[in-house]
């Protein structure tokens, strides 16, 4: 009995809520939607807060409380992490309001929210470069802030992203091999493309091996006339990746192929 009492109180409270939040709908009074907006915000309820204050925003535009409702329309969204919609709105008020009480604040989670819909390395890549931009931006105007050294992490963090998704690429130019055209070659263009644009990143490493590997499985399936100069750049690949890495957790897989490219350059006619 005390359970279906309580389920009954229940319904009647939540048909109770719905009506008063339609009736709040239906209002002309847009003090009493404010009220209402700021009320489900603090509530928790994004979803009717964005519905209000979506309404409410332009119709406040010029007055006090621009600001403010402009503000708490960026953070519904960001709370539903509906995060594309929350840059958006950020950056409308960061924009519209540079010296605003919050404009620090917004600028940050302008970059924070792409951040955190930034997709797996595998996918495109958009919202990842959006954030980086977000985040560059934010450092140039708060080199100060509390948040500045947190937004570098962020930064790096999303760079590493990148380089990761051009390793991939790399790597699978790599076990594509000859198969139609020479994707070897291919897998060194764009191992070379990630160091230069990723330099410092924890996957320089692989990147370089990744040049030698290539140059090593290309020599061995060219044709026996090409096989001397090809062995010849695994030489040249085996010494940028030593001098890069002395102590490469590759050493001693660099170290078969370098001496097989030289056994290979000894008996070949021609070397």
Not at 85 to 100: L, V
């Amino acid at each position: 009995m005390k359970f279906k009492y309580f389920y009954f109180l229940l319904v009647i409270l939540t048909l109770s809520a719905c009506g008063e939040y339609n009736k709040i709908l239906k209002s002309t009074d847009q003090d009493l939607k404010y009220s209402y907006a700021k009320k489900y915000f603090e509530e928790g309820k994004y979803d009717r807060s964005i519905t209000l204050l979506s309404e409410l925003v332009p119709f406040f535009k010029g007055t006090a409380r621009a600001e403010e409702s402009l503000y708490m329309l960026a953070q519904s969204y960001y709370n539903t992490k509906d995060y594309i919609s929350a840059t958006e709105t950020f950056t409308t008020y960061y924009n519209t309001f540079p010296k605003g009480q919050y404009a620090e604040s917004a600028l940050f989670y302008a970059a924070y929210g792409m951040y955190l819909d930034s997709p797996d390395p595998r996918l495109d890549q958009t919202k990842t470069y959006k954030a980086i931009s977000e985040f560059q931006r934010f450092i140039e105007v708060y080199p100060q802030s509390d948040r500045a050294e947190q937004a570098k992490n962020y930064l790096f963090e999303l760079q590493e992203k990148l380089a990761y998704k051009e390793l991939l690429a790399a790597q699978l130019y790599l076990r594509l091999g000859n198969y139609m055209g020479n994707n070897y070659e291919a897998a060194v263009i764009v191992s070379r493309e990630g160091l230069k644009s990723y330099p410092y990143s924890k996957y320089a490493e692989d990147f370089q091996m990744t040049i030698l590997r290539s140059r090593y499985e290309f020599a061995e399936r060219s044709k026996r006339e090409s096989q001397p100069e090809r062995y010849r750049m695994v030489v040249d690949e085996y010494f940028n990746y030593k001098n890069s890495f002395p102590e490469g957790r590759y050493m001693k897989e660099a170290e078969k192929y370098y001496q097989e490219a030289q056994k290979k350059i000894e008996q070949l006619p021609g070397a």
